[in-house]
């Protein structure tokens, strides 16, 4: 039987011959003494990138994600997030377990709002209240790409307008840039065209780009020392983690720019799952790597059943909710073989 397609995610992918070589040929120290080259050099790397003053190298994105609330917050704050936010989604309800903050949230089509949603998540209590009985806002999340949203990336102004209006209002603001790769390839615009605007930016390096583990959150300095003992006390400072350092300086410097093949394969999937009986996708708000389609009258997870047994793994996100993500392991014939896999279940056959 030919290899298995896996269109789950993007964070599936192993690393290449290449990464492998260079993480067993990797200097390392200990992390934790800040004595490891390698480590120093990713996240000055990638401070660089972004136009920050400094960034710590982490596990995953959900430290990284979780490290900035918990370090632009006290427990009793509350934050703003888009409703189908990673942050609040999928990260076990880190927000209120580890930072013990009040999660306000936006509903918006795509995870792409405006400043006046902003606005309305801001209390303003009458005079007859107390006050001080509503918890104070201080952080506004955003996701770009927003995965949730199918991909989707933020247009720069409009992000811009957004970073403006939560400053109005006296908040820091954070971007879960796990996929902010895939944004830059998408808009031809380096990442620090959205990061200019905020405080903190998470990125990972274990999804697109192909290394085998770890993200980075960068801010300025005070942030970032701020950020490190967080780090430490949930257990995310690392020894000689310059292993895992090395392999996300490779995925840096040549994984960045083939996240457009991801994002060719993504949309000729979409438009060929379009032609298929039984399937709702718009295959023109595919943007990057990740698209949702509805399939009926079978369920996602009976579809998904059928897909794996034929070779193809996707992912059932709902009664008939499917999500595929191209990645560094899926080619063009391998999308081909999807969809002829997805054609036969569909139609019966």
């Known amino acids: 039987m030919d290899a298995v397609v896996d269109l789950r995610s993007d964070t599936v992918t192993r690393p290449t011959a290449a990464m492998r070589r260079a993480m067993a040929e990797a200097e390392v120290g200990d992390d934790v003494y800040g004595e490891d080259p390698t480590v120093r050099a990713l996240e000055e790397r990638v401070a660089a990138l972004l136009g920050k003053e400094a960034a710590l ?9 979780q490290l900035a609330i918990r370090t632009h ?46 606005r309305a998540c801001i209390p303003r209590p009458p005079a007859s209240l107390p006050p001080g009985l509503f918890p104070p806002v201080r952080l506004l999340c955003l996701e770009n790409t927003h995965n949730a949203g199918g991909g989707s990336v933020w247009p720069p102004a409009r992000f811009a307008e957004v970073c403006r209006e939560a400053r109005r ?61 967080f780090r430490g006390m949930l257990g995310g400072a690392m020894r000689q983690a310059g292993i895992l350092a090395a392999a996300a300086l490779w995925a840096l410097d040549h994984h960045r720019a083939r996240l457009a093949e991801d994002h060719a394969h993504a949309r000729r999937l979409a438009e060929g799952l379009a032609e298929l ?73």
């Open 73 to 118: 917050t006290e427990p009793g704050d509350a934050i703003v997030a888009d409703a189908r936010a990673h942050v609040l989604l999928y990260e076990r309800a880190a927000p209120t377990a580890i930072a013990g903050v009040l999660p306000r949230t936006i509903e918006s089509p795509r995870g792409i709002f405006g400043p006046e949603a902003v």
């Open 169 to 229: 209002h006296g908040l820091a603001v954070h971007l879960d840039g796990a996929r902010l790769w895939n944004a830059a390839v998408a808009r031809g615009l380096p990442e620090r065209t959205w990061a200019e605007h905020c405080d903190s930016v998470a990125v990972c390096f274990s999804k697109g780009l192909g290394a085998p583990v770890g993200s980075a959150l960068v801010g300025d300095r005070a942030f970032v020392d701020r950020a490190r003992r």
């Open 57 to 65: 190298f982490v596990p995953s994105g959900t430290m990284a994600n």
């Open 277 to 349: 009986p039984g399937v709702t996708i718009r295959p023109e708000a595919v943007e990057t790597n990740i698209l949702w389609f509805e399939v009926r009258p079978l369920t996602a997870g009976r579809f998904a059943e059928l897909a794996e047994a034929r070779g193809v793994r996707v992912l059932a996100t709902g009664a008939h909710t499917v999500r595929c993500v191209t990645h560094l392991d899926v080619s063009r014939s391998d999308v081909e073989r999807a969809l002829r896999v997805f054609a036969a279940i569909l139609r019966g056959t």
